[in-house]
């Protein structure tokens, strides 16, 4: 006797797939998992004692829902200093990873049958946090000719009188893709002219890879501010996947309901992992370390490039941002019978684990992450290719 909502839930097409490769690894059988939607390096030493000495310092109870001040502060000062925005630390609320804080932000502002811009191929919770909260996803078909880089056009084409947000997602998962800062400022122009509000998730701003002029949309003007709520995470740019903690900022009556809603969801993010994440604001090691990290990507992506280019019939948009890409296999997916039965194949014959394009909305294409060594990105191209060679 479940409630409609849960109805409104698809069956993942990754589940099956998951629990598959969880169970042929358990077997000591050797796949490659191009599959991870996290870096696969540790969190930084110095940001573990601090939250090892928050423990030992007693940071053990109930904070204020919002955050711990010192946190909401730095956040406020991290935003002006790298994104040129001015939040005053009560605009800001922690929260258990980016991903609650952009289910608070649909929770609050959505009304049943209310339209919301969906920028697609998407990274799959925004569709079904929409539809759990009573929204309508509308789905922009981002262009490959375009490099999947949404334009003023795709939205204006898709606006209603019952548009109610646009999700922005750049860097974007899972296209690696980001967007135009020209092309933003036009878009956020028109949102503003008619009444639409903004969801900018920024959780990969870190890892751009090309010397690409990243713009954070709430830095446009301050009217452009006021309809932006500007979500982020430490999970990507610190490795902290594991240890939930993202927030959002946004005009502070706002701000009071996120964290009103917070309070009945969860209570608090965690306490003393909230420390952590204040340590890797303010210790000056964490540039260094995004810099490492960056590079150990950026040499990867290269490989995985330059691999998946050397497939007959493949096509490759060389992503400039985060740790995916997103090559077109159409030629190999149609033979199979579909992008899902074409991972299934992959995991089966090559022992490689990749995520179907139909997740994110868009068919025929695979997202493969490239948080994994050279060499093993090397042999599981390798095995993708000589699998290739049997797919009838
Ligand atoms: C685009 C995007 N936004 C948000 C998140 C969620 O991050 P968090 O771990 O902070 O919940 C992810 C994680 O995969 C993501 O890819």
Same mark, same amino acid.
């Given at each position: 006797?479940?409630?409609?909502? %849960?109805?409104?839930?698809?069956?993942?097409?990754?589940?099956?797939?998951?629990?598959?490769?969880?169970?042929?690894?358990?077997?000591?059988?050797?796949?490659?998992?191009?599959?991870?939607?996290?870096?696969? %390096?540790?969190?930084?030493?110095?940001?573990?004692?601090?939250?090892?000495?928050?423990?030992?310092?007693?940071?053990?109870?109930?904070?204020?829902?919002?955050?711990?001040?010192?946190?909401?502060?730095?956040?406020? =000062?991290?935003?002006?200093?790298?994104?040129?925005?001015?939040?005053?630390?009560?605009?800001?609320?922690?929260?258990? @990873?980016?991903?609650?804080?952009?289910?608070?932000?649909?929770?609050?502002?959505?009304?049943?049958?209310?339209?919301?811009?969906?920028?697609?191929?998407?990274?799959?919770?925004?569709?079904?946090?929409?539809?759990?909260? @009573?929204?309508?996803?509308?789905?922009?078909?981002?262009?490959?000719?375009? =490099?999947?880089?949404?334009?003023?056009?795709?939205?204006?084409?898709?606006?209603?009188?019952?548009?109610?947000?646009?999700?922005?997602?750049?860097?974007?998962?899972?296209?690696?893709?980001?967007?135009?800062?020209?092309?933003?400022?036009?878009?956020?122009?028109?949102?503003?002219?008619?009444?639409?509000?903004?969801?900018? $998730?920024?959780?990969?701003?870190?890892?751009?890879?090309?010397?690409?002029?990243?713009?954070?949309?709430?830095?446009?003007?301050?009217?452009?501010?006021?309809?932006?709520?500007?979500?982020?995470?430490?999970?990507?740019?610190?490795?902290?996947? @594991?240890?939930?903690?993202?927030?959002?900022?946004?005009?502070?009556?706002?701000?009071? %309901?996120?964290?009103?809603?917070?309070?009945?969801?969860?209570?608090?993010?965690?306490?003393?992992?909230?420390? @952590?994440?204040? /340590?890797?604001?303010?210790?000056? /090691?964490?540039?260094?370390?995004?810099?490492?990290?960056?590079?150990?990507?950026?040499?990867?992506?290269?490989?995985?490039? /330059?691999?998946?280019?050397?497939? $007959?019939?493949?096509?490759?948009?060389?992503?400039?941002?985060?740790?995916?890409?997103?090559? $077109?296999?159409?030629?190999?997916?149609?033979?199979?019978?579909?992008?899902?039965?074409?991972?299934?194949?992959?995991?089966?014959?090559?022992?490689?684990?990749?995520?179907?394009?139909?997740?994110?909305?868009?068919?025929?294409?695979?997202?493969?992450?490239?948080?994994?060594?050279?060499?093993?990105?090397?042999?599981?191209?390798?095995?993708?290719?000589?699998?290739?060679?049997?797919?009838?």
């Amino acid at each position: 006797m479940l409630s409609r909502r %849960i109805g409104v839930l698809k069956p993942s097409p990754t589940i099956a797939l998951t629990s598959k490769v969880r169970e042929l690894k358990k077997k000591g059988i050797d796949v490659i998992g191009f599959g991870a939607g996290e870096p696969d %390096i540790d969190t930084p030493d110095f940001i573990k004692e601090a939250c090892i000495k928050a423990i030992k310092d007693g940071k053990t109870k109930y904070p204020p829902s919002a955050g711990i001040p010192e946190l909401r502060e730095a956040i406020a =000062e991290k935003l002006k200093r790298e994104n040129n925005v001015e939040y005053k630390p009560s605009e800001v609320v922690v929260t258990v @990873g980016a991903k609650l804080a952009l289910y608070l932000i649909f929770y609050a502002l959505i009304d049943d049958g209310d339209e919301v811009l969906l920028p697609t191929p998407y990274w799959v919770t925004y569709e079904d946090q929409i539809k759990l909260c @009573g929204g309508r996803p509308v789905y922009i078909k981002l262009s490959p000719q375009r =490099e999947f880089k949404l334009t003023y056009e795709d939205v204006t084409k898709n606006i209603t009188t019952k548009t109610k947000l646009i999700v922005i997602n750049s860097p974007a998962n899972p296209t690696g893709m980001v967007f135009d800062p020209d092309e933003l400022k036009k878009i956020a122009e028109l949102c503003l002219e008619r009444n639409i509000l903004i969801i900018s $998730d920024e959780c990969y701003e870190h890892l751009i890879y090309e010397n690409l002029p990243f713009k954070s949309i709430a830095s446009f003007s301050e009217d452009i501010k006021k309809i932006t709520f500007t979500v982020n995470s430490f999970s990507k740019t610190f490795s902290m996947t @594991g240890w939930r903690v993202g927030y959002v900022a946004c005009p502070e009556n706002y701000a009071k %309901i996120l964290s009103g809603l917070n309070s009945q969801f969860v209570s608090n993010t965690t306490t003393f992992a909230q420390y @952590g994440a204040l /340590e890797a604001l303010k210790n000056p /090691e964490s540039k260094r370390f995004i810099e490492s990290v960056k590079n150990l990507f950026r040499k990867r992506r290269d490989v995985i490039v /330059e691999g998946l280019r050397s497939i $007959d019939g493949v096509k490759v948009i060389k992503p400039e941002a985060t740790f995916f890409i997103f090559p $077109d296999f159409t030629p190999y997916t149609e033979r199979a019978g579909g992008d899902v039965k074409f991972a299934e194949y992959l995991l089966e014959k090559a022992l490689v684990a990749v995520v179907p394009g139909s997740a994110f909305g868009m068919e025929g294409y695979l997202r493969m992450s490239f948080a994994l060594d050279v060499e093993h990105i090397e042999k599981g191209i390798e095995r993708i290719k000589l699998s290739l060679e049997e797919l009838e």
